[in-house]
């Protein structure tokens, strides 16, 4: 039984991986890197493991041949090109490249995001749903599981400089006792991995017909207010600012940042679709019956984070 990770160098497709080489079923798993370099020592010292290059732009460099399983992640891209159109050529290059090269795929797990059921109103979302339509109809994957994330919490390791540096974090969810569902990176692997072994277990939690088949993750819900208060415990820092972002400066917080404007325009689409007014403010049910809650706290996080930026 194969697994295949495509790209296997993200940070949720590494913590998968590692979940995976834990777990006895598992018996071989592959990773698609674009620079092998980048692939963990601890990896290449496992038998399980083998790492193969390839790059999700490059479909030529893709063989899924003796692939059982897959988990497919499309990439986020902060070149200047359109996002959107990159996403819908890379999962062209997966569906594809599996069609061609794989007799039968068991299954086919595709990392997705909250939101990605709707076409329009969610900005860098868009990428997600665009993946979710394109590999989720691959012809010889016998079944197909979408995987819909929360907001990452590991999102906040963006404010552990500045509140390290200068006692202040910027938030673009406002206003500040605004909550909205979380989820930690670990969760995501742990179901990730779950969902791919899930074809060496009896029985397929399948429904005969229901591919593709969806699934929202999503931890507990944290506002601004929260994060102050957790970064104040951690940090043992006291009157740690906010700096608030309104809705219409978002898109310039993201320039100011060093995104392409063609890149910050969607992902402030993104950022307040989520806020009121937005799409998954408006519109916050999924369209699945399976949503899972997951149980790691913020705080577990942010420490994390914190101790990690502490010992640099």
Known sequence: MQITIIPASTRVATQTIRILLADPSALSVVGFYRNLTRVPAEFLSNPKFSAKRGDIEDASTLDFAGSDIILSITPMWYDGRDILTVAKEVSWNVRN???????????????????????????????????????????????????????????????????????????????????????????????????????????????????????????????????????????????????????EGVQGFYEAAGFPSNVAKPFAEMSNSILEGGKLFENPEPRTKDVRILRTELKDVIEELWNAATKE
């Open 97 to 247: 490249r599996i069609e061609e090269t794989c007799i039968s795929v068991k299954r086919l797990v595709v990392l997705s995001s909250m939101g990605g059921q709707y076409d329009e109103g969610t900005g860098a979302i868009l990428t997600n749903h665009a993946a979710e339509e394109i590999l989720g109809a691959t012809k010889n994957a016998k079944e197909v599981v979408i995987v819909r994330p929360a907001y990452f919490m590991e999102n906040w390791g963006e404010a552990v400089g500045t509140i390290k540096s200068d006692g202040f974090f910027f938030s673009i969810f406002t206003p500040a006792s605004f909550k909205i569902p979380h989820i930690a990176v670990k969760d995501i692997a742990s179901t990730l991995a779950g969902e791919l072994l899930s074809t060496s277990r009896t029985p397929s939690p399948l429904p005969e017909g229901s591919s593709p088949y969806a699934l929202e993750i999503q931890g507990p819900k944290y506002s601004t207010e929260d994060v102050k208060r957790i970064f104040e415990e951690v940090s043992g820092k006291k009157d740690i600012q906010v700096r608030e972002i309104p809705k």
